[in-house]
């Protein structure tokens, strides 16, 4: 078999036939290694061509000039290809994409709540190499009356998946008043993972959108009506972890943000924030102001029109 058919023999049993590596080595008689000098070499004779699509280099762009002009430490945008709970799960995907090489080196992951980052469970690699004290944290009160967005079932989901321990913020995630707030801080079960928190290597939070009559915060009781009206009244965009801030980054209603029993609305280490659609633009801008995340997934349409505020 001459040099250029053997390249383009490997070459098409690798990318056209999906064959592995391995596989192509009993195919063809040749050692892995050898399978490995064929495909580079073909590559360099230009037998394979290996381009971006456009799709895949309008996405790489987009992740590059929401890091330029944020300054942000690193962006992944999936395309947008679909709206409401399906547009959850894209995001999710690209978020456990980025974690499975960075979770082997953490070993503290803090997770938030929301509605798009209680799919994460479902695509996380169990296989990864964990460090034996691994453990996922909640970084947000765990009483909540929405159970599927609720940070106590995102937490022991992801910490069955990965086998390793979840320590939940074991109380309402809103107190009546700042008195009582600070009251629960203090129990010795709750500042055992504030201790926890203070040390987080990851977080992984949702950004949430502006407030109103229709939203879910209302929906699912989490905000009252009279609640919702003070917090458009004041320019909310948007919140992260309870901490609400207007379209400059600037926190509002300080009170109320302290009745909340989570985490500082920027955790120590690196803080992922997902988030997309069209609801969340503003949020998501807000949180981008104010520096409250270092690693922003977000989907392509949203990603535009974040860029072009």
């Not at 939203?215 to 972890?241: A, M, Q």
């Amino acid at each position: 078999m001459i040099e250029n058919d053997i390249l383009i023999k490997v070459s098409w049993l690798y990318y056209f036939d999906n064959k592995t590596q391995s596989e192509i080595s009993k195919i063809l008689n040749i050692s892995r290694q050898k399978v490995q000098r064929l495909l580079a070499k073909a590559r360099e004779k230009e037998i394979v061509k290996i381009r971006l699509s456009n799709p895949a280099y309008n996405l790489i762009s987009l992740e590059k000039e929401l890091k330029e002009k944020f300054n942000l430490e690193d962006a992944v945008v999936v395309p947008t290809v679909e709206k409401g709970e399906d547009l959850k799960r894209d995001l999710v995907k690209g978020l456990a994409n980025y974690l499975y090489p960075l979770l082997s080196k953490v070993s503290i992951l803090g997770i938030g709540s929301g509605s798009t980052i209680c799919y994460l469970h479902e695509y996380l690699d169990s296989n990864v190499n964990l460090k034996k004290d691994f453990k996922i944290v909640s970084l947000f009160g765990t009483l909540f009356r929405n159970s599927s967005s609720n940070p106590y079932i995102i937490g022991t989901r992801i910490a069955e998946k990965l086998n390793r321990p979840f320590y939940g913020l074991w109380s309402p995630y809103l107190s009546n008043n700042i008195e009582s707030a600070k009251m629960i801080r203090e129990q010795e079960m709750i500042k055992r993972t504030f201790d926890f928190i203070k040390n987080v290597d990851i977080s992984i939070v949702g950004i949430g959108g502006a407030v109103d009559v229709n939203s879910l915060y209302f929906k699912y009781g989490t905000l009252s009506i009279e609640e919702i009206k003070e917090l458009c009244k004041r320019n909310s965009v948007g919140d992260i972890l309870g901490h609400w801030y207007d379209i400059n980054g600037k926190m509002v209603w300080e009170e109320m943000n302290e009745k909340y029993i989570s985490a500082n609305v920027k955790t120590p280490g690196k803080t992922i924030g997902v988030s997309g659609g069209e609801n969340k633009v503003k949020g998501i801008r807000g949180a981008l102001a104010g520096n409250y995340i270092d690693v922003l997934v977000i989907d392509e349409e949203t990603a535009k029109k974040v860029i072009s505020m």
